[in-house]
């Protein structure tokens, strides 16, 4: 037997306890970061004489528009117009009776207010 005389090199067999080292840190990194924060500030840390200020409370109202029309840009729907604008959909179509909601075009004016 011509491989009984043979020494087995030492990267074979440190590559498995390399490997396991490897996994084994990469499951402290994910426990780590998947493990709640005892602070109670949400893991954020606040430097000296840094202070972080609530953002005021918003009215379930949306805010009234602004403009008297909208243009129609490429990809849009009443839902995105709607969105973008603070006008309901129901509102959109009860002021644009005349519209399409399934074929909007491109450069089509849709009334916002009366």
């Not at 490897?22 to 500030?41: C, K, M, R, W, Y």
């Not at 918003?58 to 849009?76: C, E, F, G, I, M």
Request: glycine share 8%; net charge neutral.
């Amino acid at each position: 037997m011509p491989n009984q005389g043979r020494r087995r090199s030492a990267a074979r067999l440190l590559a498995p306890i390399a490997l396991l080292l490897a996994v084994g840190a990469v499951l402290v990194v994910i426990e780590s970061s998947t493990q709640p924060d005892d602070s109670g500030d949400g893991g954020r840390q606040e430097t000296a004489g840094q202070q972080t200020e609530q953002p005021a409370a918003t009215d379930s109202q949306p805010t009234p528009p602004r403009r008297a029309s909208y243009t129609v840009k490429l990809n849009d729907t009443l839902g995105l117009i709607s969105e973008k604008t603070g006008v309901a959909v129901e509102r959109l179509q009860e002021l644009n009776p005349e519209l399409d909601p399934q074929n909007l075009i491109v450069g089509q004016r849709i009334k916002l207010r009366e």
